[in-house]
């Protein structure tokens, strides 16, 4: 596969880290952490329990991009955990890139919630969950997009994307 940006998307609590760690791994691809490129001030907000707004995304959203056109340069696959929960930010997160994928991992708001209230996270709390299915636009259908139930197994995710990317 020549380098291409996948991004795995959804809310928080969906597995993106998880996934995206093992797709990275099994195609020798770069895994970027959305989150570690957050600067203080949105980890700060999001700690009190605020939601981000568009424009404290923007510069996040620019951090990724050099982020991963610094690993494509490397001749490496990026792959990427980021909510990217509007059409506008997956819109300006690709637009540099001439091969993208995306990963869509869909769950309920009572399953995910259910999971973030068991784990242990930096700033992100389900109390924050709500905004951001209240914000979410599902990506449309399309040969670049592969949307998952959460439902499924990590494993069995993983077995499925992996096997996407390889017949797309």
Known sequence: MPPNLVILMGVSGCGKTTLAE????????????GDSFHPPENKEKMGAGIPLTDEDRWPWFDRLIHAAQAVIETGSSPVLACSALKQAYRDYLVRPFAAH?????????????????????????????????????????????LA?????????????????????
């Open 22 to 33: 093992q797709v990275a791994s099994a195609i020798g691809g770069v895994f970027l952490e």
């Open 101 to 145: 994928r995306l990963v869509y991992l869909k769950g309920s708001y009572e399953l995910i919630k259910g999971r973030m209230d068991s784990r242990e996270h930096e700033y992100m709390t389900s109390t924050l969950l709500k905004s951001q299915f209240d914000i979410l636009e599902e990506p449309a259908p399309g040969p670049g997009v």
């Open 148 to 168: 998952l139930s959460i439902e499924e197994s990590p494993d069995e995710l993983a077995r499925r994307i992996l096997e996407w990317l390889a017949s797309s």
